[in-house]
C-alpha cells in the first residue's frame, strides 16, 4: 500500500498540509551560517544512524561542482555518517580551491563529529564562480550540532532554497511485513532544471531496512522517472544531487530481491514521493505560472519517445505559447518534427491538448476548433500529447512555461 501524499500548497504557495514525517534515527538541524543570505538558515546537517545504507545519483554535467566530485569519492570509499550541505553558494568553477574547502568542511565536521572525514559528505547549492567563505561555515558547526532533531525536516527544507519561492516535502508509507515504514524526502529547485538532474538537491530516507544493491536500483528506478524527466529550463546544473538512506530503525529484514513483494510495496513509494517532489519542483519553476505533462505514445521505444518529449518540453517557442495560453499548436508540430526521429510518417501523427484532438492525418484535425485549444491552455495544469503511430512504447516530461519572470529573476540573480 502507498499512502496518500502528505504535500500540499495553498493559494499563497506555501504547504498546507501534513508536516513531512519523521523518520526514527534521522536528525536534521538548520541554521544561519551567513553564506550570502542575511537572517535565515542557508546551512543544513544531517546525522545519519549508525545502520544506516546510502545511496545516491549525482550531476552528469562535466563541470560538476567540488562537493559532488568530494561527495562522489567518500561515497565510494566509506558509509556515510553526515550530510553538510549549504544554501547561496554553489563552490562549483573553483578549481582546486573550491576542492580544498569542500574538503577542509569535511574535516572540521569528522573532527566534531567524531568520524572519518569519509563519513561526510558535502553539498551546495548557490552562485557559480565564487569561493566558499569556509570559515562562516566551520564557525556555524556547532550550533549545527546542538540543534540537531528528529522533528528538523521543515527547517531543513526551507534552509536549502536559493530561488525556491516554497519548501518542498514530502511522505509517504508502505507496509512491510505488517510494519508500516515511512519515507519522508525533501527537495530544493526552481530553475537550472532539465533531466540529467537539474540545480536541484533532494534527500530522502526511510526506517525501513534496505539491501544495499536493492536501495541503489530503487533509487535509479525513482529517479529516472521524476527527477530526470522535468524540464524547466533546459539547463542541466553543476551540483545535482539526491541521497537515499535507509535508516535500518524499523526492524524489518532488509530489502532484497528475496522478498520481492515488500521491495515492489518500497519501490512504489518512493517511486510515488520522488514524483510528487519533481512536479513540486516544476509547478515553482522560476517565474512558471502551469504545469505541462507532456506524454509521448507510440513510439518504438523508450529512447524515441523520450527524444520527442524533450524536444517539446525544451523549446522557448512552446512554452512562450504554453505562458500566452495561446494554442499556437504549429510550434508543437514543428518541434515533433524535428526531434530526429527516422522515418516518421506524419499522416499517423495526432497531437491532443488534454482530451481536444488538434493534429491529425498530417495537419489540423477537422474538428478541432481554436476556442477549444485555448480553453485547455487557459488552465494552470494541463497535458500535451503526441501519438507517433510507431509502436506501442511512452514516455512522460513534466515541463512549464517560460514567462517575463524567468527573465527578470535570472537577470537579477547576482545583483
Known amino acids: 500500500m502507498v499512502g496518500s501524499p502528505e504535500v500540499g500548497a495553498s493559494a499563497g504557495g506555501e504547504q498546507t ?47 560538476c561542482a567540488a562537493p559532488v566530485r568530494v561527495a562522489r569519492e567518500h561515497l565510494d ?153 522535468i524540464s524547466i529550463d533546459g539547463d542541466t546544473s553543476t551540483n545535482d544531487a539526491c541521497v537515499l538512506t535507509a535508516a535500518g530503525t524499523l526492524g524489518n529484514a532488509p530489502l532484497d530481491e528475496t522478498n520481492s513483494a515488500e521491495l515492489e510495496a518500497f519501490q512504489q513509494a518512493l517511486d510515488s514521493l520522488c514524483d510528487e517532489l519533481a512536479q513540486e519542483i516544476v509547478r515553482d519553476g522560476e517565474g512558471a505560472t502551469k504545469l505541462v505533462s507532456i506524454e509521448i505514445g507510440e513510439a518504438r521505444d523508450g529512447r524515441e519517445a523520450r527524444q520527442v518529449a524533450d524536444c517539446i518540453a525544451h523549446s522557448p517557442l512552446v512554452k512562450t505559447a504554453l505562458f500566452a495560453a495561446d494554442p499556437n499548436w504549429g510550434r508543437i508540430l514543428a518541434a515533433v518534427g524535428r526531434s530526429g526521429l527516422d522515418g516518421l510518417d506524419i499522416d499517423r501523427v495526432r497531437i491532443r491538448l488534454d482530451d481536444v484532438l488538434i493534429v491529425s492525418g498530417g495537419g489540423r484535425d477537422s474538428g478541432y476548433q481554436e476556442e477549444d485549444g485555448r480553453a485547455v491552455m487557459a488552465k494552470d495544469r494541463f497535458s500535451i500529447g503526441v501519438d507517433l503511430g510507431r509502436g506501442s512504447a511512452s514516455a512522460r516530461v513534466l515541463t512549464c512555461d517560460l514567462s517575463y519572470d524567468y527573465v527578470r529573476i535570472n537577470a537579477e540573480y547576482r545583483t
Open 17 to 63: 498540509l501534513a508536516r513531512p514525517a519523521s523518520i526514527p534515527g534521522i536528525r536534521l538541524a538548520a541554521v544561519a551560517a551567513g553564506i550570502r543570505y542575511r537572517d535565515r538558515d542557508d546551512l543544513v546537517l544531517i546525522a545519519l544512524p549508525e545502520a544506516r545504507v546510502c545511496a545516491a545519483t549525482f550531476t552528469r554535467n562535466a563541470f
Open 77 to 229: 570509499s566509506a558509509s556515510p555518517r553526515w550530510l553538510l550541505i549549504n544554501a547561496g553558494n554553489a563552490n562549483a568553477g573553483t578549481g582546486e580551491r573550491g576542492l580544498a574547502d569542500a574538503r577542509r568542511c569535511c574535516d572540521e565536521l569528522a573532527a566534531l563529529g567524531n568520524c572519518d572525514p569519509t563519513q561526510v559528505l558535502p553539498f551546495s547549492t548557490g552562485v557559480i564562480g565564487e569561493d566558499l567563505p569556509v570559515e562562516r561555515l566551520v564557525a556555524a558547526l556547532p550550533k549545527a550540532l546542538s540543534a540537531l532533531d528528529e522533528r528538523g525536516w521543515e527547517a531543513a527544507a526551507r534552509a536549502i532554497m536559493t530561488t525556491d519561492t516554497r519548501p518542498k516535502w514530502a511522505t509517504r508509507h508502505c507496509l512491510l511485513g505488517g510494519q508500516q515504514a515511512t519515507l519522508t524526502g525533501i527537495a530544493k529547485g526552481a530553475g537550472m532544471i532539465r533531466p540529467d538532474m537539474a540545480t536541484m538537491l533532494a534527500f530522502i530516507a526511510t526506517d525501513a531496512a534496505v539491501a544495499p544493491d536493492a536501495l541503489r536500483q530503487c533509487l535509479q528506478q525513482a529517479v529516472a522517472h521524476s527527477f530526470n524527466a
